[in-house]
């Protein structure tokens, strides 16, 4: 096996990689976020409209995905929105009114207090009404891996170019071609063995992914 042929297995794979950060990176745009809860969020069994669902959806994507140079602040101005949202739900004549406690009622009457505690009071009602420190925690646990790993990311696709430019400057035409075709192909053969066990056992797969990247206890919410 010479260096070619070496060559074009490691673009190969790094070629994968890369195409899966790109996939991921479009997954976590905000107009996905956007483009998803607007179809799916209806707002049916839930105390928010649908209306006000997308917008949590997009605050709650920015919390765990985006930058923050103070954790304590992106914190508590998606406690705001959140409990915004709900005050505006628990409203006199609201649509979901009815769909809100006298209890939720009451933590939301009290407008003294921060926006991230009154979430928390709110949550500890029900969480159906607002993420609670369980939740909240793992979504931080989150943004700190996708922001940790982020800056190194980019190597892959570095790497991948380096390899292809060494490849073509070596006129390895069929290496090259080979690279190509089997990035593309390695990673739909991963992403359909992953489909299929999701198809068959999605606990089980979400369960493995999670234990690989999170302490153990950590992601298992409400």
């Known amino acids: 096996m010479n260096s070619n042929t070496l060559l074009a297995g490691l673009g190969a794979a790094l070629l994968a990689v890369t195409l899966l950060v790109c996939g991921f990176a479009v ?4 107009a996905t976020t956007q483009a998803l809860s607007s179809a799916v969020s209806t707002g049916e069994d839930s105390p928010y409209t649908h209306e006000q669902l997308v917008p949590l959806a997009v605050a709650t994507r920015s919390f765990t995905v985006d930058y923050h140079q103070s954790m304590e602040e992106a914190r508590e101005s998606l406690a705001a929105d959140v409990v915004d949202a709900a005050r505006a739900a628990s409203a006199e004549g609201a649509p979901k009114h009815s769909d809100w406690s006298q209890e939720a009622r009451e933590v939301l009457a009290d407008t003294d207090r921060p926006a991230f505690e009154t979430m928390e009071a709110l949550s500890e009602v029900s969480d159906r009404y607002a993420l609670d420190a369980d939740a909240v925690s793992h979504l931080e646990d989150c943004n700190r891996l996708i922001n940790g790993i982020s800056s190194y990311l980019g190597m892959f696709g570095v790497a991948t170019l380096i390899v ?16 190509l075709r089997m990035g593309p192909a390695f990673l739909l053969f991963v992403l359909m063995v992953l489909g299929l066990w999701g198809v068959v056992d999605f606990n089980g797969l979400f369960a493995a992914f999670q234990s690989q990247v999170f302490v153990d206890g950590t992601w298992t919410l409400s």
């Open 164 to 179: 292809a430019i060494v490849l073509g400057f070596r006129k390895q035409f069929a290496a090259l071609a080979f690279m």
């Open 27 to 30: 997954c976590c745009m905000p």
